[in-house]
């Protein structure tokens, strides 16, 4: 089952692009990589998913190289409102064929003015 | 659309008391999932439901533990009897299937016991 890692924290000032990268060595071929968003005192929020190359929305973006076993997302000008926690997840599908959910413990990102 | 909706938002009982979180999925989605979130552990699924069949429950920590799904609009999460160590924010979430869907999470339950 793929696990992921992060980095605890990050700091960045607003208007800057923001970086987050997740390492997940054990991903397998039909995994899907999805990043999501937490406020303070609110469920997580869907921000961007991909499965290879880059994905590109109104909000972010998602690189993920050839061997998979890394993504990045990026987060282009960032505003205090970005301030948030972070999380990588990758769903695996564990050999019983149900699916394994494995958030790591999130990035938390401050913005700073 | 009202998006997923739990109950209560906050839950304060005592150690050995029984709780019962609610939590009702977005219309139309046939997959939910309830996790738990701690400062310790962070986010852990719980258990997962397809079409009202629980399918992994292995993230239940004991047997004091339970879920239902009775019919698609509807699930608890039930803890008899509660600890002190059970005290996190509790999440419902669902999505249109159990693979790669984007999962739609509801805003917590809050519970402490003393």
């Known amino acids: 089952l793929a696990k992921t890692t992060q980095p605890i924290s990050m700091d960045s000032y607003e208007g800057q692009e923001v970086n987050i990268t997740c390492s997940h060595n054990n991903i397998a071929t039909n995994d899907y990589i999805t990043w999501y968003q937490q406020f303070p005192s609110q469920g997580p929020r869907f921000i961007i998913q991909?499965?290879?190359t880059k994905v590109t929305n109104e909000v972010a973006s998602l690189f993920i190289p050839a061997d998979r076993k890394s993504s990045t997302l990026s987060l282009p000008r960032v505003s205090l409102s970005d301030t948030a926690v972070y999380y990588c997840l990758v769903g695996s599908r564990s050999t019983s064929g149900t699916y394994k959910y494995i958030f790591g413990t999130g990035t938390r990102l401050k913005v700073l003015a | 659309d009202a998006g997923v909706i739990q109950s209560p938002r906050h839950e304060v009982t005592e150690m050995g008391q029984e709780v019962t979180l609610r939590c009702k999925p977005i219309?139309?989605?046939?997959?939910l999932f309830w996790y738990r979130q701690t400062m310790m552990r962070g986010l852990e699924l719980l258990i997962y439901f397809n079409n009202n069949v629980p399918i992994d429950d292995s993230g239940m920590p004991e047997d004091r533990f339970s879920a239902k799904m009775p019919n698609a609009s509807f699930s608890t999460l039930k803890i008899q009897p509660s600890e002190p160590r059970d005290s996190a924010v509790y999440f419902c979430a669902s999505s249109t299937g159990d693979s790669q869907e984007t999962q739609y999470f509801g805003p917590g339950t809050r519970l402490l016991v003393l």
């Open positions: 219309s139309g989605h046939n997959s």
């Open positions: 991909g499965y290879k």
